[in-house]
Structure formats: structure tokens, C-alpha cells
């Protein structure tokens, strides 16, 4: 009987192999594994998954929160707060993603996954403090993709600033995102000419 790596058997059930391995931790799904410890699945898991993904596709709603640094950690803790009280109020049963990093990082590993489960028609509803919590600069790009999959994005502070305030706050982050890489390029650069004025010993 040909075995499948999880790869192979996520492709096969069209879902991602972070969602397998979901399965797995929450004990619906049990591959066997090779000596050297990777995971093997048969077509029977195949039958067994096919089911747990029927029964799944009740969707999550995703409460999102994030900060850009280590330092914000209690603005992060009071961020949650307020979100987990608003779904309260809403009569919401919802799950709470933490992510710290720069909202210009359109890279980071939480909103990847979440995006991919929007797309995979698994959330209903994503609440956020603001929009800028889920990205500075796109806002209405994933909102757009969230409508196409049937995903409602409720950002609760809806006050708006000016255009003139908006535009002062999207150019500061920018600014704040070069300069950071431009800090590491002239680090960069300082190791680069130490190692390019070395001495040429002799042989």
C-alpha cells in the first residue's frame, strides 16, 4: 500500500499541511510515522480526513491583536481585552490571534495563516482594533479578499482621522521602516570595509 508524505496528503484533500497537523494535535487524525519520525498517510486517513474536513467547515471567528514591539506587551494584553469583550457583547464564541511585528510587514507567520484560512473558507469573521492592526497599507485589498469568501473584517474603532492626520501617520511608518533598513545596510557596509581594508599578508 503506497504511503503518502503529508504534503502529498495535504494536496490531496486540498487543504494545507498546517491544517493536518491541526488534526493531528486535537487527536482527530493519528498517521503512522517512519523511524525517522516524518508522517506517513494511507488512503484510508484519506476517507477519515474527508470527514473531519466536512465536519469542520463550521467557520471560526478570529479575534486578531498585534503590536510592533516586545515593549508593547500590556498595550498588546489590553488590546485583547477589549476585542474578547466586544465579541462578548456581540454574542460571538471566538478564537484570539497575538502577533507581535511591524504592520508594514505584510510577512508575518499569523496573518499568512489567517489569510490562507480565509481563503480555505474557514473563518467567518475576523475583529481587529483597527485596520492597521491586520496591515498599515492594504487594508481594503484583504478586505476584499475576505468578502469573496464569505469572511466579514470588523475593525471596532471606526473613528477616522483626517486625510491630512492618515497621511502625516502613512508617512511616519514608512520613514520608520527605511530607516531601519537602512540602519542594517550601513552595518552591512561598516563589516564589509573592515573586511576589504585588511592587511594582505605576505605567503
Keep these: 500500500m503506497k504511503k503518502m508524505s503529508i504534503t502529498e496528503f495535504a494536496n490531496k484533500l ?24 516524518h508522517r506517513r498517510y494511507t488512503e484510508k486517513d484519506i476517507q477519515q480526513a474527508l470527514g473531519i474536513r466536512e465536519k469542520d467547515k463550521e467557520k471560526r471567528n478570529v479575534i486578531y491583536c498585534r503590536v510592533s514591539g516586545h515593549d508593547q506587551e500590556e498595550a498588546l494584553s489590553k488590546q485583547v481585552e477589549a476585542m474578547e469583550l466586544f465579541a462578548l457583547g456581540r454574542g460571538l ?6 502577533e507581535i511585528g511591524d504592520g508594514m510587514n505584510m510577512s508575518r507567520p499569523k496573518l ?10 474557514d473563518v467567518q469573521t475576523v475583529i481587529v482594533a483597527h485596520k492597521d492592526r491586520l496591515v498599515r497599507f492594504g487594508f481594503e485589498l484583504l478586505e476584499h479578499i475576505a468578502d469573496l469568501h464569505d469572511c466579514k473584517i470588523i475593525a471596532v474603532n471606526l473613528e477616522r482621522h483626517s486625510p ?6 502613512d508617512f511616519m511608518s514608512i520613514v520608520d521602516t527605511f530607516s531601519h533598513r537602512l540602519g542594517g545596510l550601513s552595518e552591512h557596509k561598516s563589516a564589509f570595509s573592515i573586511f576589504s581594508n585588511e592587511e594582505v599578508l605576505p605567503e
Aim: avoid cysteine.
Design 14 to 37: 486540498g487543504v494545507i499541511p498546517d491544517t493536518v497537523r491541526r488534526w493531528e494535535r486535537s487527536g482527530k487524525l493519528s498517521p503512522d510515522r517512519t523511524q525517522g519520525g
Design 93 to 98: 464564541i471566538t478564537e484570539t490571534i497575538t
Design 112 to 121: 499568512l495563516q489567517l489569510v490562507q484560512d480565509i481563503i480555505w473558507g
Design 164 to 169: 491630512h492626520h492618515e497621511l502625516v501617520e
